[in-house]
């Protein structure tokens, strides 16, 4: 994704086609640069196959981010899926991007190097002033400049190990506690938080470090954890399917 795609998406409305990358914002600016890849991943994946996620630490750039997906249709359940969707304490706001990833770009023929791209789309008044400003830093009157850097290192696409074996209870008895298994190993509570706090009587998410792949997450009452549980079954984190059932008493 290039750096003029900070300027934001859009949808139909504004005259943007639909297409394979999302934009996403008013996402929030406190979660680590690689805790918010990882964690967009995870919830978009079970739209498709995702080939990219983009963000980035520059200033503008904060609060954004991009997923890329394999085709149009997984990006459009994308959008309409996830639109307004809790994510780290923030609504998601979600747009086609108005801009080609480098993915994609690479892929269909028409990429062109950062560097190139940005020169010849270059004002000329900006021009003059970069060059002025190259002749100063040459004459050792200013500090040296720092180029800038808009790429990102793909997400690993390596699977997950196969995962704890999956144990269903002989006798479920229903109860405001549920048990959700096949979680990949690297699932952060916060993730878990984000998908089940979503529900009505939502207390609390707890993970054992020792057994990962595993969470309890307690309701007020045993309807509200059911509701819960008919709604996220089967919900997808990257490769793994979750098994939601009622915790043993």
């Known amino acids: 994704m290039s750096g003029e795609a900070a300027a934001g998406g859009g949808g139909e409305a504004n005259g943007v086609q639909p297409n394979v990358t999302i934009y996403i914002n008013n996402l929030n600016e406190k979660i680590k640069l690689e805790e918010l890849k990882k964690s967009l991943k995870a ?12 963000a980035f630490k520059t200033l503008k750039h904060k609060g954004q981010a991009w997923v890329v ?15 307004d969707f809790p994510f780290y304490d923030k609504p998601m706001r979600i747009q086609y991007a108005k801009t080609k990833s480098d993915v994609v770009a690479k892929a269909d023929g028409t990429f062109v190097p950062r560097e190139r791209r940005k020169r010849n ?17 040459q004459a050792g009157l200013g ?7 808009y790429g990102a290192p793909p997400l690993s696409q390596l699977p997950f190990g196969a995962g704890p074996r999956v144990m269903m209870p002989e006798i479920i008895v229903p109860n405001s506690i549920l048990f959700v298994q096949n979680l990949p190993h690297d699932t952060t509570a916060v993730l878990v938080q984000m998908l089940f706090c979503q529900y009505p009587g939502f207390k609390e998410v707890r993970m054992i ?16 954890a059911t509701a819960a549980m008919n709604a996220l079954q089967g919900y997808k984190i990257k490769e793994n399917q979750m098994l939601v059932t009622y915790a043993k008493k």
């Open 43 to 54: 919830v978009f994946s079970q739209f498709g196959k995702i080939l990219d996620v983009l």
């Open 69 to 83: 997906f394999e085709d149009v249709e997984s990006a459009t359940k994308a959008l309409k899926g996830m639109q």
């Open 121 to 137: 789309d270059e004002k000329p008044e900006k021009k003059q002033k970069r060059e002025q400003h190259h002749n100063v830093n």
């Open 143 to 149: 500090m040296n400049a720092y180029p800038g850097a």
């Open 209 to 224: 470090e020792a057994k990962p792949g595993i969470a309890f997450v307690e309701y007020g009452d045993e309807g509200q």
